[in-house]
Protein backbone atom coordinates (compact mmCIF):
# COMPACT_ATOMS: atom_id res chain seq x y z
CA UNK A 1 0.00 0.00 0.00
CA UNK A 2 1.50 3.53 -0.91
CA UNK A 3 1.71 6.38 1.60
CA UNK A 4 2.65 9.46 1.64
CA UNK A 5 3.79 11.34 4.73
CA UNK A 6 4.47 15.32 4.76
CA UNK A 7 6.36 17.35 7.29
CA UNK A 8 7.46 21.20 7.43
CA UNK A 9 5.52 23.90 7.25
CA UNK A 10 4.35 26.55 9.55
CA UNK A 11 4.37 30.26 9.57
CA UNK A 12 6.62 32.43 8.58
CA UNK A 13 7.03 35.92 7.24
CA UNK A 14 6.89 37.38 3.88
CA UNK A 15 9.94 36.99 1.99
CA UNK A 16 11.36 34.15 4.81
CA UNK A 17 11.49 30.34 3.27
CA UNK A 18 10.30 27.13 4.36
CA UNK A 19 10.94 23.72 3.50
CA UNK A 20 8.37 21.03 2.95
CA UNK A 21 9.50 16.96 3.04
CA UNK A 22 7.25 13.91 1.69
CA UNK A 23 8.32 10.58 2.20
CA UNK A 24 6.88 7.59 0.11
CA UNK A 25 6.51 4.50 1.48
CA UNK A 26 5.35 1.43 -0.20
CA UNK A 27 5.76 -0.08 -4.22
CA UNK A 28 4.70 2.22 -6.38
CA UNK A 29 6.74 0.92 -9.02
CA UNK A 30 9.64 1.46 -10.92
CA UNK A 31 8.48 5.30 -12.06
CA UNK A 32 6.26 7.73 -10.62
CA UNK A 33 4.91 11.13 -10.88
CA UNK A 34 5.47 12.95 -7.56
CA UNK A 35 3.99 16.19 -7.18
CA UNK A 36 3.41 18.82 -4.85
CA UNK A 37 -0.29 20.67 -4.95
CA UNK A 38 -1.93 23.76 -2.59
CA UNK A 39 -5.20 24.73 -2.04
CA UNK A 40 -6.00 28.15 -0.04
CA UNK A 41 -8.93 28.67 1.64
CA UNK A 42 -12.20 29.18 -1.15
CA UNK A 43 -10.12 27.69 -3.35
CA UNK A 44 -9.39 25.04 -6.25
CA UNK A 45 -6.41 22.56 -5.72
CA UNK A 46 -3.50 23.45 -7.87
CA UNK A 47 -0.45 21.93 -8.89
CA UNK A 48 2.65 23.81 -8.35
CA UNK A 49 5.49 21.31 -9.11
CA UNK A 50 6.43 17.95 -9.86
CA UNK A 51 8.87 15.32 -11.13
CA UNK A 52 8.83 12.02 -12.48
CA UNK A 53 11.30 9.53 -10.38
CA UNK A 54 12.45 8.15 -13.44
CA UNK A 55 14.85 11.23 -14.20
CA UNK A 56 14.46 14.34 -15.66
CA UNK A 57 14.28 18.01 -14.52
CA UNK A 58 11.56 19.44 -12.09
CA UNK A 59 8.78 21.36 -13.72
CA UNK A 60 6.78 24.63 -11.65
CA UNK A 61 3.53 26.48 -12.25
CA UNK A 62 4.38 30.36 -13.33
CA UNK A 63 3.44 30.92 -10.04
CA UNK A 64 6.21 29.43 -7.92
CA UNK A 65 9.02 29.48 -10.99
CA UNK A 66 12.38 31.13 -9.28
CA UNK A 67 11.03 30.97 -6.35
CA UNK A 68 10.52 26.83 -5.11
CA UNK A 69 12.77 24.02 -5.38
CA UNK A 70 11.87 20.55 -5.80
CA UNK A 71 14.75 17.70 -5.44
CA UNK A 72 14.02 14.25 -5.18
CA UNK A 73 16.61 11.83 -2.76
CA UNK A 74 15.56 8.29 -4.81
CA UNK A 75 16.76 6.20 -2.31
CA UNK A 76 15.12 8.06 0.62
CA UNK A 77 12.06 7.61 -1.37
CA UNK A 78 11.79 11.56 -0.45
CA UNK A 79 10.64 14.43 -1.98
CA UNK A 80 11.96 18.02 -0.47
CA UNK A 81 10.14 21.82 -1.58
CA UNK A 82 12.19 24.38 -0.89
CA UNK A 83 10.03 27.62 -0.88
CA UNK A 84 11.97 31.20 -0.74
CA UNK A 85 11.00 34.45 -1.00
CA UNK A 86 7.28 33.26 0.62
CA UNK A 87 4.44 35.67 -0.28
CA UNK A 88 1.41 36.05 1.56
CA UNK A 89 -0.65 34.26 -1.68
CA UNK A 90 1.41 31.26 -1.26
CA UNK A 91 -0.64 30.39 1.88
CA UNK A 92 -2.17 26.94 1.56
CA UNK A 93 -2.71 23.96 2.69
CA UNK A 94 0.28 22.23 0.69
CA UNK A 95 -0.02 17.98 -0.64
CA UNK A 96 1.82 16.08 -1.78
CA UNK A 97 0.63 13.11 -4.25
CA UNK A 98 1.68 10.44 -6.13
CA UNK A 99 0.92 8.21 -9.87
CA UNK A 100 2.03 5.38 -10.93
CA UNK A 101 2.87 6.81 -14.27
CA UNK A 102 5.74 7.09 -16.37
CA UNK A 103 5.85 11.09 -16.79
CA UNK A 104 3.96 13.93 -15.35
CA UNK A 105 1.25 15.57 -17.50
CA UNK A 106 0.67 19.33 -17.28
CA UNK A 107 -1.22 21.21 -16.05
CA UNK A 108 -1.30 19.00 -13.23
CA UNK A 109 -5.38 17.11 -12.09
CA UNK A 110 -5.86 16.34 -8.78
CA UNK A 111 -8.16 13.71 -10.63
CA UNK A 112 -5.12 11.93 -11.97
CA UNK A 113 -3.48 11.44 -8.73
CA UNK A 114 -4.63 8.04 -6.66
CA UNK A 115 -2.00 8.69 -3.72
CA UNK A 116 -2.40 11.74 -1.32
CA UNK A 117 -0.52 12.99 1.55
CA UNK A 118 -2.36 14.66 4.55
CA UNK A 119 -1.61 18.26 4.10
CA UNK A 120 0.63 20.45 5.66
CA UNK A 121 -0.09 24.33 6.38
CA UNK A 122 1.86 27.23 5.35
CA UNK A 123 1.13 30.62 6.74
CA UNK A 124 2.98 33.45 5.06
CA UNK A 125 2.07 36.98 7.07
CA UNK A 126 2.98 40.17 5.29
Known amino acids: QVQLAESGGGSVQAGGSLSLSCELS????????MAWFRQGQGKEREGITS????????TYDDSVQGRFTLSQDKAKKTLTLQMNSLQSEDTAVYYCAAAATDWCIWPLQPSNFPYWGQGTQVTVSS
Open 26 to 33: GDIGTRAC
Open 51 to 58: ISTGGGTP
